[in-house]
């Protein structure tokens, strides 16, 4: 075993491997929000976010959209439809298609268990009040 070689800046080489390690890193985060977010209240803020036009967007809608989505929202593949990242895929997808589609209710009706609305949702990522499911994944977070 060696250490991995790191390629000079500007190289073909140096941006593969920055995209690589960018999206391990990226699997990871959505790994970790996939285990926390268990009411997919993330998804459905995503979804709600992407259902409108990059024009009408708030800040907060852009952060949501920026933070959790990836470069491009298109359909996934149903066997990686449980995977962490491929989730996010799917969430900005359906929330472009809601959006162009006139339909922006749909976001709620695929992702049902988030007792809160997609706005709301937003809202709270961008003051760090997350709710989080129960009392031990809280004492977790806060230490």
């Avoid at 390690?21 to 285990?35: M, S």
Wanted: proline share 8%; hydrophobic share 40%.
């Amino acid at each position: 075993m060696g250490r991995r070689r790191r390629h000079a800046p500007g190289s073909s080489q140096f941006f593969k491997q920055q995209e690589e390690e960018g999206g391990l890193l990226r699997n990871v985060l959505f790994k970790v929000l996939d285990d926390l977010d268990s009411p997919s209240c993330l998804l459905l803020a995503l979804c709600h976010a992407a259902t409108l036009p990059e024009s009408l967007r708030t800040p907060d809608h852009r952060a949501i959209v920026s933070l959790l989505s990836p470069a491009t929202a298109f359909p996934v593949a149903w066997p990686d439809i449980t995977k962490p990242a491929a989730k996010y895929q799917y969430a900005a997808f359906l929330g472009q298609w809601a959006g162009s589609s006139g339909v922006p209710e749909e976001c709620r009706r695929v992702f049902p268990t988030c007792s809160l609305s997609g706005a709301d949702v937003i809202n709270l990522v961008a003051s760090w009040k997350l709710p989080c499911k129960d009392e031990a994944t809280a004492n977790k977070i806060e230490q």
